[in-house]
């Protein structure tokens, strides 16, 4: 599934998306946990400021 994945992401408007990994604190732990999303290119800047 990974190739079909990654060949449609190189074509067509699956360029513009990107892999952002940002890490969170939580709560109730003193514990870091990461957030890993594909998001437009367009939006990166609000996937960070949330």
Not at 16 to 31: G, T
Not at 32 to 45: A, G, L, N
Request: aromatic share 10%; hydrophobic share 35%.
């Amino acid at each position: 599934m990974a190739k079909k994945t990654v060949a449609t992401l190189k074509t067509g408007s699956g360029k513009d998306f990107i892999k952002c990994i940002k890490a969170v604190k939580e709560k109730d732990k003193k514990a870091y946990s990461f957030e890993q999303r594909m998001v437009h290119k367009d939006k990166v800047s609000q996937f960070f400021k949330k």
